[in-house]
Structures are given as C-alpha cells and as structure tokens.
C-alpha cells in the first residue's frame, strides 16, 4: 500500500512506517501532520488516481525532529577585479514518519 502526496509543490511517494523529510514547519516533536492532498492511493484493489486530488484521502504524519540538510556552497567571482565572495546555507527540514494513509 502507498499513497502518492503534494507538499510544497513535490510529489512524494509514501508508505506506512516510512520516515521522509517535507519542508520545514515549526512543530514539537510528537506532534500530528494531516497531508490531505492525496495525487493516488494504491492497495490490495488496484490504484485509484484523483483528478488532481482524491476527495476525502488523507495521510497522517508524526513530527520526529527538525534537521538540517546538507551544505550549499555559494561562489561569487569576478575575474581580475579581485572580488570573492563565499557564503553557506543549510536548509532547515521536518523529518516526519507516515502512521496512516486513510483512502478516500
């Protein structure tokens, strides 16, 4: 069983148990996330696609730590007029793990 969701314009793929990182909201760990725009839903009797959405499909999330993702590195240069600028940027993310998927 998994279900097809919208987050923050991507599409994500997610089954139960499976631990994923969306986009940053600031929430206590332990806390319920509701995605409720379900792209399809697929089971034991076949896929079933919304047009965009399924109506009344939703997904349950738990909150289980806010991270950080990887480094970006970001390099300004311009040649022979000796101007370097460097600088950093880490994203925050929520990692949260699917409890339940609910079809419509």
Known sequence: MYAIIEDGNRQLRVEPEQELEVDYRDLPAGEQIVFDRV???RDDQGLKLGRPTLSG???T???V???RGEKLVIQKFR???GYRRKTGHRQLFTRVKITNI???
């Open 39 to 41: 792209l399809a839903y």
């Open 57 to 59: 499909a939703s997904v």
């Open 61 to 63: 999330a738990e909150v």
């Open 65 to 67: 730590s806010v991270v």
């Open 79 to 81: 040649r022979r007029k």
């Open 102 to 104: 609910s079809p419509a």
